[in-house]
């Protein structure tokens, strides 16, 4: 049952993507932020896209992937790939201050420590945060998302009142401002 549960939030997650990428292609200056389950997926729009867009877009999306447009599936921004150079930004920086533990035979660094491995420090996170989006995006592609949607089908796409979390990515995502905010709520079976 787990597996099944999994397997539907994967694929709901690709057709969030896809919605996303679809509405991209369409409109320019909004962003969008998602979250799946495996009865559908929650979809919040920050900007002048209207409701008509949305439904088309979310139904061009999954004919798209149905007919093998992969690709869609993917979002550069995802939490997958967000999470996964954070993870990768900060085990370099704490490697960065170890090696420097290890060069200068201390078991903790003062302030002087600190500022000595600054510089290797910063410049290892910023190849790590360069190198750690396509290991995200791979990670997407084979963990989080399955582009193959089988027998899911949209059952509705109804708008919801914006959410707590959805009013927190507002500010996040710099839209603090943007009054308009639109949430829906995509349903699927299968």
Do not use: W
Not at 28 to 54: C, H, M, R, T, Y
Not at 132 to 159: C, F, H, W
């Amino acid at each position: 049952m787990s597996n099944d549960l999994i397997d539907r939030t994967r694929r709901n997650h690709a057709l969030e993507h896809a919605s996303m990428n679809v509405l991209s292609e369409r409109h320019k200056g909004f962003s969008a932020q998602g979250n799946s389950s495996p009865g559908g997926f929650n979809l919040n729009i920050f900007g002048d896209v209207s409701d008509e867009d949305v439904y088309n877009a979310v139904e061009d999306a999954y004919r798209r992937l149905k007919a093998g447009e992969s690709k869609l599936s993917l979002h550069p921004t995802c939490g997958t790939v967000l999470l996964t150079t954070a993870a990768v930004a900060t085990l370099t920086a704490q490697a960065s201050f170890a090696l420097e533990m290890k060069r200068q035979k201390r078991s903790t660094l003062g302030v002087a420590g600190v500022i000595a491995a600054l510089p290797v420090a910063t410049m290892a996170v910023m190849i790590s945060l360069i190198a750690a989006r396509p290991l995200g995006m791979a990670i997407q592609k084979t963990y989080t998302v399955d582009a193959n949607l089988g027998e899911l089908r949209i059952t509705s796409i109804q708008p919801t009142s914006p959410s707590l979390v959805t009013r927190l990515f507002q500010v996040l995502l710099g839209q603090a401002r943007n009054k308009q905010v639109k949430s829906y709520r995509i349903d699927t079976i299968g």
